[in-house]
């Protein structure tokens, strides 16, 4: 076996999972944990109508940091687990046992280059121009226990039987450039709506939908005992030893089966063929040659209404949009081999318990051949990497068009009642976010005080993403913001979350809040 390119596989694959561990988990680009808090312009972020008590200047950049993911089975230890044994983490039983049969990753990051807001009238304004990426992906367990037992000896190939189908990966990067509108209809009814223009940096879709694989073939030292294999004088006996003998060649068996499929929309990205082969030998990316791969378009809409003086529901829909990737910077492969079928009943031809002398020279001739097809068997599954090249055989296909890939959209209801002229307030919040693999829900309460714009303070607990063992907090101190909307609470925490958010308060106080 190719030990030190299954070395580099492991490396890979435990750099993947540290930077989808390591990026702050959690449920989406924005902070839930702001949702009610009426001094911050962030939960603009989550509901356009949302305005907030004052306008806003982000410093740039700094003015809006936002990274999350979401794990439902990975958390610290993992991470502990990862930096303790980058190679090996994974034949740790105590890893292994945590992972679900299904375990689904989110990563999302988001920053806000330039943004602003400011007050027309009875108009709020806003503009900003971000970068924004998901990545979903979604791994099952049996991956990892192929992995973990097929290091052990090169053997395992031979006898094996593993189904690894089902892995995904889902990209998509872009620009934003948003202009933001909202206004109060009346003195219970506010809506708004962002309408933003998307300049797609890169979009790429992996699906492997298929990697089956059963074995059980002869050691090499069995094979050399076959070729020369030789029996008993007695008759009798050497009829017995030769039927023992075809059936265990027709034991023998060897089945494989892939299919997958890659869309990728990125400037810089070649998928590299080595002289002689016709599929993917490797990735090749040029950072030098990134740039805009493909336009779209997206909204945001959203309204609150108070039901009473004291009690304020409210609803938005986010991302509503696509993104047209560039003919030019796409590349599509798929992999759908002819299937590997060893089966031990075409290796008996000429076999025959009444014919000894002509059953030795086709048991070489048949052994021969059982060899030679196992071999091209192993070459394709033990070529180095648990889902590697040889394996998948992913060949290129043109682009003849070009190809489109929607936001990864969310719906937000919330409601909060207040008390205490508003200065206090408790809420509940749904989100739910249409993202690969797998959409993501949350339900989140608040309790929120607000005694100035200038001061906020905001504490909440999410109930499905942490599995209700995580608390959040948000904190709006003059220009500052601080939130996460799960706190790390020990080496068992899945999902740890933060924000930070630094702007300068402008002109147009509004006369009176609305929720």
């Known amino acids: 076996m190719t030990t030190s390119r299954l070395y580099s596989s492991k490396k890979f694959i435990g750099a993947f999972l540290l930077m989808m561990v390591c990026v702050l988990p959690a449920n989406a680009q924005f902070l839930r944990t702001s949702y009610f808090m009426e001094g911050t312009h962030y939960r603009q972020q989550l509901n356009p109508a949302l305005i907030p008590t004052q306008g806003y200047f982000n410093i740039p950049v700094l003015g809006s940091v936002n990274a999350t993911v979401g794990s439902t089975s990975l958390g610290y230890q993992d991470i502990i687990d990862i930096i303790d044994d980058s190679d090996n983490f994974y034949s740790n039983p105590d890893f292994l046992k945590r992972l679900k049969d299904k375990n689904d990753l989110n990563v999302n990051v988001s920053t806000e280059i330039l943004s602003a807001g400011w007050y027309k009238g009875k108009n709020f304004w806003s503009f900003n121009v971000g970068v924004r990426a998901d990545i979903g992906a979604s791994l099952t367990r049996s991956m990892f226990t192929f992995l973990n037992e097929m290091d052990a000896l090169e053997d395992n190939w031979r006898n094996s039987n ?28 506010t809506v708004g709506g962002k309408v933003k223009v998307l300049l797609g940096i890169g979009n790429m879709n992996l699906k492997i939908n298929n990697v089956m694989m059963n074995a059980k073939l002869p050691s090499d030292a069995r094979i050399n005992q076959l070729q020369n294999i030789q029996f008993s004088s007695d008759p009798a006996q050497a009829a017995q030893e030769i039927e023992a003998l075809r059936n265990e060649i027709k034991g023998y068996h060897a089945n494989l089966a892939v299919n997958a499929q890659l869309e990728s929309s990125f400037k810089g990205l070649e998928l590299v063929e080595e002289n002689g082969q016709d599929y993917i030998s490797d990735f090749d990316f040029d950072s030098g040659k990134l740039g805009i791969a493909g336009y779209g378009f997206g909204i945001d809409l959203g309204a609150s209404y108070k039901i009473m003086d004291n009690l304020t529901v409210s609803a938005s829909v986010l ?27 075409n290796y ?14 086709a048991i070489q001739n048949n052994i021969t051949q059982l060899q030679a097809d196992a071999d091209g068997y192993m070459n394709r599954v033990n070529g180095g990497d648990v889902l590697d090249y040889e394996m998948l055989q992913l060949q290129t296909e043109e682009a003849h068009k070009s190809r489109k890939s929607s936001l990864a959209s969310t719906v937000v209801v919330g409601a909060e009642y207040g008390f205490f002229e508003n200065k206090l307030g408790v809420g509940v919040l749904s989100t739910t976010r249409f993202v690969q693999p797998k959409t993501l829900t949350e339900i989140t309460f608040s309790a929120n005080y607000r005694p100035k714009s200038w001061l906020n303070v905001a504490l909440s607990y999410s109930a499905i993403q ?17 939130g996460t909307d799960y706190m790390f609470l020990g080496k068992n925490t899945n999902s740890v979350s933060g924000f930070v958010g630094i702007s300068v308060p402008l002109g147009g106080k509004k006369s009176n809040k609305e929720g």
């Open 348 to 361: 008996l031809t000429g076999i025959d318990p009444n014919n000894i002398a002509n059953s030795i020279t």
């Open 466 to 482: 942490s599995a209700g063992k995580s608390f959040g907090l948000g904190l709006k101190l003059g220009p500052v913001f601080l």
């Open 319 to 345: 991302d509503l949009g696509f993104i047209k990737w560039s003919k030019g910077a796409t590349k599509i492969a798929s992999a759908n081999p002819e299937a590997i079928n060893i089966a031990g009943d």
């Open 162 to 189: 593993y189904d690894i189908s089902g892995q995904k990966l889902d990209i998509n990067a872009y620009g934003e450039v948003g202009l933001g509108y909202a206004r109060q209809i009346n003195n219970r009814l």
